[in-house]
């Protein structure tokens, strides 16, 4: 991106501006000249952005080092170390909270079990969780993350895992904790953190797929996270991997939800092995061997990999993060798994990367941690202060 010719306007320099704090956010800590080249900046307005974001205290001067092409030293730009942020997900039986620094490096976490999982004993929990974590350190913002869509980063639209409509959730939250509070879709968030804060961070274009109480897909297309827009529209857990499979109350018969839900492979391996199971029992099974549950594990994978290829095919994503707490099926039935996919597309197709990346709970909210970071950028203004 070449942006020589719009620093000189108010509202362009601003954009430059966070196009440099965003730069030095992914790859820090990082010298002026790398900054101006990836932006297409010359030297002098790359001196000219970089020291009111110096001065306001979201970059730093890191220590003088050899620049490795001249020689001379440079002070290369950091994020400031000093930055927090809070990342809360919330479960259907649970709310988990971690404190980060600017690079959603985790500091510190907590967990707190929900009574139930109504609006004002999750915002209570919540709150109390934000309190815990934000005692006595600097934080900025708190990203909040859960089941469901949001089309203003404030008000949750619609959760069906939590039964909620029209809830003005980070409305709230920012009262009880006198913090600026943004909600993302927990999907979305975590998407964001693969995007900015892993080795995924220069990929134009990747799909993380979640497996777990629920199923889900994040997309990066052209270096941007995709978001949904209207609540709705079905997700991609709706797509329909066999017309004639089984049947379940959220969605149509034979959807991806129907599979891959982790309550729905333990209901099937229960069915086949005679006798009741949790998803973890039957995972277990299934490793050891017992025919019953590695039949129906196996079948997910299979599933799983057909829903793989059809994201595949209409997204020309090449690059798939295979994550959530029932990923587990990726890795017992992965022979499966690369079976579907090559059976769901054109022998001439590009083989698809995929890479399984084990998530905990700390690693969700993380996710809106992130969320926080980057709206922090987003958001930037001449009258910040850090």
């Known amino acids: 991106m070449n942006v020589m010719a719009i620093i000189e306007t108010g509202t362009q320099t601003i954009d430059t501006a966070r196009a440099v704090a965003r730069a030095v956010v992914l790859h820090g800590p990082i010298s002026r000249s790398d900054v101006a080249r990836r932006l297409g900046l010359s030297p002098a307005s790359m001196t000219r952005l970089a020291r009111p974001l110096i001065e306001q205290g979201l970059l730093v001067e890191a220590d003088a080092v050899a620049d490795p092409v001249h020689g001379r030293l440079v002070r290369p730009l950091d994020v400031s170390p000093t930055l927090r942020f809070i990342g809360v997900k919330v479960a259907v039986d649970a709310v988990h909270g971690v404190l980060t620094d600017a690079r959603a490096s985790i500091l510190a976490r907590v967990d707190q079990p929900l009574p139930s999982s109504t609006p004002d004993d999750v915002i209570r929990v919540a709150a109390a969780v934000i309190a815990r974590l934000a005692q006595g350190e600097p934080v900025h913002s708190v990203g909040v993350s859960l089941g469901g869509h949001t089309d203003d980063h404030s008000s949750v639209v619609l959760s069906r895992s939590l039964g909620w ?203 809106a941690a992130s969320v926080a970071i980057w709206e922090m950028i987003e958001r930037y203004s001449a009258d910040d202060r850090w």
């Open 165 to 367: 409509r029209s809830v003005p959730l980070g409305q709230r939250l920012s009262g009880e904790s006198g913090l600026p509070v943004i909600v993302e879709n927990d999907v979305t968030a975590l998407t964001v953190a693969q995007h900015l804060f892993s080795s995924d961070r220069d990929s134009e274009r990747f799909a993380l797929v979640t497996v777990g109480v629920g199923v889900g897909c994040g997309l990066v297309i052209n270096g941007d996270v995709v978001r949904q827009l209207d609540a709705a529209s079905p997700s991609p857990s709706m797509l329909i991997l066999n017309p004639s499979g089984p049947t379940v109350p959220e969605g149509p018969r034979g959807s991806a939800l129907a599979y891959l839900a982790s309550t729905n492979v333990a209901i099937a391996a229960s069915a086949a092995c005679g006798r009741l199971l949790s998803f973890d029992e039957a995972i277990e099974l299934a490793q050891a061997g017992d025919q019953g549950a590695l039949l129906v594990v196996t079948e997910a994978a299979s599933y799983l990999g057909r829903f793989i290829a059809s994201i595949a095919t209409m997204s020309y994503v090449t690059r798939f993060i295979l994550s959530g707490e029932g990923i587990a099926i990726a890795k017992v039935g992965a022979a499966a798994m690369h079976e579907a996919i090559a059976e769901s597309r054109p022998s001439w197709s590009t083989e698809l990367d995929t890479e399984i990346v084990p998530t905990t709970m700390s690693d969700w909210a993380r996710g």
